[in-house]
């Protein structure tokens, strides 16, 4: 699970997250909603211990963010909004090279990554370099090896990002799926059918700080007369 109590993050004089308290519990799919430079991927950086927090903490599955850092990493997987690939590699090498950092078995590693190649229809391309992928393939590819080591927290930003229908539609299959295996989903994105077919929860920051936190049938309530969560999302943040 995730747990953030009372973060802030500032760049000098300047606030990019203030006094954020939340928490996402095993099998949720939380989305996390906002305009640009809201503080979405800011938090997310925090979350997975590529910034520190100006003030508050931040613990993965009970692990703090700042003093058991590497347990708390151990037991997360990141996907970025660009996929970053060693082009030299084939995707095989690439996962393999991942679960030896995983300190996986090697047999457990050869079963992991044709469970990967069946998931995320790999098998045309998985022993080519990955230089010759396209965005779709790459994506998927990340997607396979943040999933190779059975995360117990997974956080994406802005997973769909340049995906064809069909990668996007693995992709939030997969999603759900991991959620119904008792991962914790926890997911940035501007892509507001996304977050409404997949979501279990719905927070909407703005101006670095999170203004509405729910349900969609909650936030529904909140805001009578809007049903879609596009007009809401637009109505709180005065788009």
Request: with cysteine; hydrophobic share 40%.
């Amino acid at each position: 699970m995730i747990h953030i109590q009372q973060v802030s993050k500032y760049f000098g004089s300047k606030m990019a997250v203030k006094d954020l308290s939340l928490e996402v519990k095993s099998g949720e799919v939380f989305a996390f909603l906002g305009p640009n430079g809201a503080g979405k991927t800011t938090t997310i950086k925090m979350m997975v211990g590529l910034l520190q927090p100006s003030q508050g903490t931040i613990h993965i599955n009970s692990f703090s963010m700042k003093d058991q850092y590497l347990q708390a990493k151990e037991s997360l997987a990141y996907v970025p909004d660009q996929p970053y690939l060693y082009d030299k590699l084939s995707g095989r090498e690439l996962l393999e090279f991942v679960g030896r950092m995983y300190n996986m078995t090697e047999e457990k590693i050869q079963e992991k990554i044709q469970t990967m190649i069946e998931l995320f229809e790999l098998k045309e391309y998985i022993d080519s370099l990955c230089e010759s992928y396209s965005h779709g393939m790459k994506q998927r590819v990340v997607f396979s090896s943040a999933l190779l080591h059975s995360p117990k927290v997974l956080i994406l930003d802005e997973p769909m990002v340049g995906l064809d229908p069909k990668s996007a539609r693995i992709v939030k299959n997969i999603v759900k799926e991991q959620a119904a295996l008792g991962t914790t989903v926890f997911m940035s994105t501007h892509s507001l059918e996304v977050a409404e077919e997949t979501a279990t929860r719905i927070g909407i920051i703005h101006g670095g700080q999170l203004i509405v936190l729910g349900t969609l049938l909650e936030l529904r309530e909140k805001l009578q007369g809007k049903d879609r969560l596009e007009d809401i999302f637009l109505e709180l943040t005065n788009q």
